[in-house]
């Protein structure tokens, strides 16, 4: 295959169109979360995240985990973790059977705020994904997610992380 490939080319803009409908649909979310509930589209990512965890084994996250979860670094998701600490919506500690290991809980606090925000989050989703549509380019890759309607419990994960 040469760079002129046209099966090439389709592939590379196909990979165009889906960057592109991800970014516009993040951008409408960041916005509307920024505004109503002060809230990053990673904010609210790991505050969902971790508010899946459970008490039973296996049901804290490790903090790679939690960075797969919400796709950023180790660093970046401690980084973030600390943030949403300091504005009392996460807490940490430690593990009980392994000192070096730390968990995050969301607080009374983040759940409430998470509460809040998850129905401005679908808003802003389904407004992105509705003007998307109106763009042919985007309009087959819109159809496909929404046909995708795969039950919370089965969306896909990170290895290891709960649903």
Same mark, same amino acid.
């Given at each position: ?23 516009? &649909?993040?951008?409408? &979310? ?11 589209? $990673?904010? #609210? ?47 940490? #500690?430690?593990?009980?059977?392994? $000192? $070096?290991? &730390? #968990? ?21 989703? $389904? ?27 089965? &969306? ?8």
């Amino acid at each position: 295959m040469t760079a002129m490939d046209p099966a090439l080319t389709a592939l590379a803009q196909s990979w165009c169109a889906l960057s592109l409908l991800h970014s516009r &649909i993040e951008a409408h &979310i960041e916005r509307a979360l920024q505004a109503k509930h002060d809230l990053s589209v $990673r904010e #609210y990512s790991l505050l969902d995240v971790l508010s899946r965890q459970h008490n039973g084994p296996g049901g804290h996250l490790q903090m790679k985990q939690v960075a797969d979860a919400v796709v950023l670094s180790q660093s970046a998701t401690t980084r973030l973790v600390t943030r949403l600490e300091d504005r009392a919506l996460l807490s940490r #500690y430690l593990c009980d059977t392994d $000192r $070096r290991g &730390i #968990y995050t809980d969301v607080t009374e606090d983040g759940l409430k705020l998470l509460s809040e925000a998850r129905p401005t989050n679908d808003c802003a989703l $389904r407004e992105a994904l509705d003007e998307a549509a109106r763009n042919p380019e985007l309009a087959p890759l819109v159809k496909a997610v929404e046909e995708l309607k795969m039950p919370a419990a089965s &969306i896909p994960t990170p290895a290891g992380v709960p649903t």
